[in-house]
């Protein structure tokens, strides 16, 4: 816990004002000549000393409340369950187009159709909203890879990059193998403290050269990242990525992508989504397998005593009053 | 002995300003906040980052910065400055599209993320080695209208088209549609200066020649030289009128959030303010005039 401190230090200057009771007033002094007269009054003396006392803590605690003590925010440190999830997010244009859907059987409703990336904001937000305790970072990537947000506690600000990720349309050509460089670049330096995982969205593949096939698989080594990739089938014609062996004809981008994923020593899962219910699918079954202990950090927001200062103030307060008001009278 | 509770004593005007402290006090120890209709901002900023916004020609922090650096400083001032309540979100500019990246968040919940993502906005990010600033400023301006009401562009660049307009082009589709408040940001030296190349990691190698670049068509042989670049100001600001945006240069680090204090074009939202220190405040004096050894009461 940290210790306390004040919001506006300079208040306390103020706390020699608290002194002022001490002082001798005009009105209090007794018309007198000499006070030696007067029998001693023990009671009333320590009736002074008491009032004076409280009168003092009096202007002590509201000086205190003003000055806004308080424990300023920390992190405390917990361990639940989730993981460690850096988003990886196809932005190019084909992405806009709608997401295939079979042909509605005999008897059934026709769905509503919806672009690719509208079915990936969704399935994703709701990913976000199901794990507050996972750690994502959010990475767009087109020719180039756009680092939209790095891991943070503030799940709202990946939402807010997935947002974001609807407004315009992204370039036509893409370079998947950059932007998984920089996916993976965003776990470097950070401490291990739960399970890592790439979640690859996209709806093509990639052909990568060797220096790049090197360096992503030393990289995902390195920093013990598990890859899932949810494959967003184009047309009827896209292969299917998941009845691919390790072994396949790797003619087509896609499944050249998916053999060189599979043959990494890295934890490795392809999710082939045809329509939004099986992307809901799928990160559902993600969800699932990166739920292991995590130690995460919960934000403890500031705690501000000026409250009770200001409560301890009234209560002297009321017990001034009172005094005040009251007659002291020796039963006879 | 037996205490008797006197309540002529207890209004008498002697203890009537403790009576006042003890009132003002239970006030700052119940008030709830106060909803206070305030000033806030809505703004989606957005950074041009083609590579002349790589050239090091501005003046920040006592040293040389690059076009692109003086900007995000300038973000992270503006961010500092804005109220409580009011929201900023990211964009970036190449070629002729904006990629917004951060739909606005409210500033004081999110601080640290803002900056976060602030820091991540670089060169690295650019898809393609264009710039057309006018159709940039078009498409920042359609995605502040798609994000919604009340939001408005600041959108920084050095106005450097590449490849080069041709004469009389503005180089910028209508914007009559888009009604908005905002501001277009120049950034730059007055000198042209060469550009400097980075390849995909960021590194510098090298900067851009004559033969690498559209020069300007029509021009003077040896009269164009578009591999230098400066801030351009009369095209930047020929655009702001256009688009009916304010043009503003950043020549400090608070140059942006001063326009926006002063532009003035702010929404009011009700901001819940805790307004104890008030009362409390009252109290004090009610208690110090009480005990002060001058007053006569």
Redesign the interface.
Same mark, same amino acid.
């Given at each position: 816990m940290p210790p306390v401190d004040f919001a506006i230090p300079q208040l306390l200057a103020l706390l020699p004002?608290a002194l002022? +009771?001490l002082?001798?007033?005009?009105?209090d002094s007794l018309p007198f000549p000499w006070i030696g007269w007067l029998p001693r009054d023990p009671?009333g003396r320590l009736l002074h000393l008491t009032w004076q006392l409280i009168?003092m803590l009096?202007?002590g605690f509201?000086?205190l409340?003003?000055a806004m003590p308080g424990r300023s925010e920390t992190r405390i440190e917990r361990i639940g369950r989730g993981a460690e999830i850096s988003i990886l997010m196809d932005?190019s244009s084909s992405m806009d187009a709608t997401i295939r859907r079979n042909a509605p059987k005999l008897g059934e409703q026709a769905q509503p159709s919806q672009s690719k990336n509208d079915a990936v904001r969704k399935t994703l937000s709701w990913l976000l909203d199901q794990r507050p305790q996972n750690r994502f970072a959010l990475t767009?990537f087109?020719?180039? +890879?756009?680092?939209?947000? +790095?891991f943070?506690d503030?799940v709202?600000?990946v939402q807010?990059?997935l947002?974001? /990720?609807d407004?315009?349309?992204? /370039?036509n050509e893409t370079n998947m193998g950059?932007g998984l460089m920089a996916a993976i670049d965003g776990f470097n330096g950070r401490s291990y403290t739960g399970s890592r995982a790439i979640l690859l969205v996209s709806d093509g593949g990639a052909r990568l050269d060797d220096d790049l096939r090197l360096r992503i698989q030393r990289g995902l080594k390195r920093n013990r990242i598990s890859l899932y990739f949810i494959y967003i089938q184009s047309s009827p014609n896209s292969p299917n990525l998941e009845l691919v062996g390790t072994d396949a004809d790797a003619s087509l981008e896609e499944v050249a992508l998916h053999v060189f994923f599979a043959n990494l020593d890295s934890e490795y899962r392809v999710f082939q989504a045809d329509d939004p219910e099986s992307m809901a699918a799928a990160i559902v079954e993600i969800d699932q397998l990166q739920n292991l202990p995590l130690t995460y950090y919960e934000r403890v927001p500031r705690v501000d005593y /000026?409250?009770a200062c200001?409560?301890a103030?009234?209560s002297c307060?009321?017990f001034?009053?009172?005094l005040?008001?009251?007659?002291?009278?020796?039963?006879a | 002995m037996i205490g008797y509770l006197l309540p002529h004593r207890l209004v008498n005007p002697h203890n009537l300003p403790v009576l006042l402290a003890l009132l003002l006090l239970l006030a700052s120890v119940w008030m709830l906040p106060v909803d206070i209709a305030q000033p806030v901002h809505d703004i989606q900023v957005t950074f041009d980052i083609s590579q002349s916004m790589n050239v090091e020609d501005v003046a920040f922090e006592n040293s040389i910065a690059s076009r692109l650096s003086l900007s995000k400083a300038a973000a992270r001032a503006l961010l500092s400055s804005l109220s409580c309540g009011s929201r900023v979100g990211w964009g970036v500019f190449a070629g002729h599209r904006v990629i917004t990246l951060i739909t606005p968040l409210e500033v004081c919940s999110h601080y640290a993320g803002l900056l976060a993502s602030l820091d991540e906005i670089d060169g690295r990010m650019r898809w393609v080695e264009a710039s057309s600033v006018g159709k940039g400023l078009h498409q920042g301006m359609r995605a502040a209208q798609t994000i919604g009401d009340g939001v408005s562009l600041v959108f920084i660049s050095d106005g450097h088209e590449a490849p080069p307009l041709r004469q009389g082009q503005r180089g910028m589709p209508d914007t009559r549609r888009f009604n908005m408040d905002g501001l277009v940001v120049g950034v730059g030296g007055d000198t042209p200066a060469p550009i400097p190349r980075t390849d995909d990691a960021g590194r510098l190698v090298g900067f851009w020649h004559a033969d690498d670049v559209v020069q300007r068509p029509n021009a003077p042989a040896g009269q164009s030289h578009e591999e230098l670049s400066r801030l351009h100001r009369d095209h930047l600001l020929r655009l702001a009128q256009l688009a009916n945006l304010t043009y503003v240069e950043l020549d400090s680090v608070q140059a942006i959030a001063r326009a926006i204090e002063d532009a003035g074009f702010s929404n009011t939202k009700s901001v819940p303010l805790d307004l104890r220190w008030l009362p409390a405040c009252l109290a004090l004096l009610a208690l110090c005039w009480r005990f002060s050894p001058f007053s006569r009461t």
């Amino acid at each position: 816990m940290p210790p306390v401190d004040f919001a506006i230090p300079q208040l306390l200057a103020l706390l020699p004002m608290a002194l002022l +009771p001490l002082l001798r007033r005009r009105r209090d002094s007794l018309p007198f000549p000499w006070i030696g007269w007067l029998p001693r009054d023990p009671v009333g003396r320590l009736l002074h000393l008491t009032w004076q006392l409280i009168a003092m803590l009096t202007l002590g605690f509201i000086i205190l409340g003003l000055a806004m003590p308080g424990r300023s925010e920390t992190r405390i440190e917990r361990i639940g369950r989730g993981a460690e999830i850096s988003i990886l997010m196809d932005r190019s244009s084909s992405m806009d187009a709608t997401i295939r859907r079979n042909a509605p059987k005999l008897g059934e409703q026709a769905q509503p159709s919806q672009s690719k990336n509208d079915a990936v904001r969704k399935t994703l937000s709701w990913l976000l909203d199901q794990r507050p305790q996972n750690r994502f970072a959010l990475t767009l990537f087109n020719t180039a +890879p756009i680092r939209v947000a +790095p891991f943070s506690d503030d799940v709202a600000l990946v939402q807010a990059g997935l947002n974001a /990720s609807d407004i315009g349309r992204g /370039s036509n050509e893409t370079n998947m193998g950059l932007g998984l460089m920089a996916a993976i670049d965003g776990f470097n330096g950070r401490s291990y403290t739960g399970s890592r995982a790439i979640l690859l969205v996209s709806d093509g593949g990639a052909r990568l050269d060797d220096d790049l096939r090197l360096r992503i698989q030393r990289g995902l080594k390195r920093n013990r990242i598990s890859l899932y990739f949810i494959y967003i089938q184009s047309s009827p014609n896209s292969p299917n990525l998941e009845l691919v062996g390790t072994d396949a004809d790797a003619s087509l981008e896609e499944v050249a992508l998916h053999v060189f994923f599979a043959n990494l020593d890295s934890e490795y899962r392809v999710f082939q989504a045809d329509d939004p219910e099986s992307m809901a699918a799928a990160i559902v079954e993600i969800d699932q397998l990166q739920n292991l202990p995590l130690t995460y950090y919960e934000r403890v927001p500031r705690v501000d005593y /000026s409250r009770a200062c200001f409560i301890a103030a009234l209560s002297c307060c009321i017990f001034l009053a009172g005094l005040t008001a009251t007659r002291l009278e020796r039963l006879a | 002995m037996i205490g008797y509770l006197l309540p002529h004593r207890l209004v008498n005007p002697h203890n009537l300003p403790v009576l006042l402290a003890l009132l003002l006090l239970l006030a700052s120890v119940w008030m709830l906040p106060v909803d206070i209709a305030q000033p806030v901002h809505d703004i989606q900023v957005t950074f041009d980052i083609s590579q002349s916004m790589n050239v090091e020609d501005v003046a920040f922090e006592n040293s040389i910065a690059s076009r692109l650096s003086l900007s995000k400083a300038a973000a992270r001032a503006l961010l500092s400055s804005l109220s409580c309540g009011s929201r900023v979100g990211w964009g970036v500019f190449a070629g002729h599209r904006v990629i917004t990246l951060i739909t606005p968040l409210e500033v004081c919940s999110h601080y640290a993320g803002l900056l976060a993502s602030l820091d991540e906005i670089d060169g690295r990010m650019r898809w393609v080695e264009a710039s057309s600033v006018g159709k940039g400023l078009h498409q920042g301006m359609r995605a502040a209208q798609t994000i919604g009401d009340g939001v408005s562009l600041v959108f920084i660049s050095d106005g450097h088209e590449a490849p080069p307009l041709r004469q009389g082009q503005r180089g910028m589709p209508d914007t009559r549609r888009f009604n908005m408040d905002g501001l277009v940001v120049g950034v730059g030296g007055d000198t042209p200066a060469p550009i400097p190349r980075t390849d995909d990691a960021g590194r510098l190698v090298g900067f851009w020649h004559a033969d690498d670049v559209v020069q300007r068509p029509n021009a003077p042989a040896g009269q164009s030289h578009e591999e230098l670049s400066r801030l351009h100001r009369d095209h930047l600001l020929r655009l702001a009128q256009l688009a009916n945006l304010t043009y503003v240069e950043l020549d400090s680090v608070q140059a942006i959030a001063r326009a926006i204090e002063d532009a003035g074009f702010s929404n009011t939202k009700s901001v819940p303010l805790d307004l104890r220190w008030l009362p409390a405040c009252l109290a004090l004096l009610a208690l110090c005039w009480r005990f002060s050894p001058f007053s006569r009461t």
